[in-house]
């Protein structure tokens, strides 16, 4: 039902940049009764667990894990479905797996979530 495409992952130097990017298709876009409330990225560094870094709702309001505040932005454009992730000032520890999660909305009410196949971004020292 929902396709979420994502790419920018790749290979950074300590205090680089980088940009990830994911955009959700699907034909429940065709029409007005579903909608995407919510689109974050979450990441999962080697042997830990998965973690919240940005979501952005669509309202515009944004929440950001406390390790990445003042560094990452994140930016939707709702008419494209996309996401956009800007990482500056990068940091070893920033290595993982990032994930784009989107939340799905139907009439208003929550219907599920989905989420994209994973990118890698790896930062050295």
């Known amino acids: 039902q929902v396709q979420l495409v994502e790419s920018g992952g790749g290979l950074v130097q300590a205090g680089g940049s980088l940009r990830l990017s994911c955009a959700a298709s699907?034909?429940?876009?065709?029409?007005?009764?579903?909608?995407?409330?919510?689109m974050g990225w979450y990441r999962q560094p080697p042997g830990k667990q998965r973690e919240l870094v940005a979501i952005i709702f669509s309202s515009g309001n944004t929440n950001y894990v406390d390790s990445v505040k003042g560094r990452f932005t994140i930016s939707r454009d709702n008419a494209k479905n996309t996401v956009v992730l800007q990482m500056n000032s990068l940091k070893p520890e920033d290595t993982a797996v990032y994930y784009c999660n989107v939340d799905i909305w139907r009439l208003g009410r929550a219907n599920g979530d989905y989420w994209g196949q994973g990118t890698q971004v790896t930062v050295s020292s």
């Open positions: 699907g034909s429940i876009f065709s029409g007005s009764i579903f909608s995407i409330n919510s």
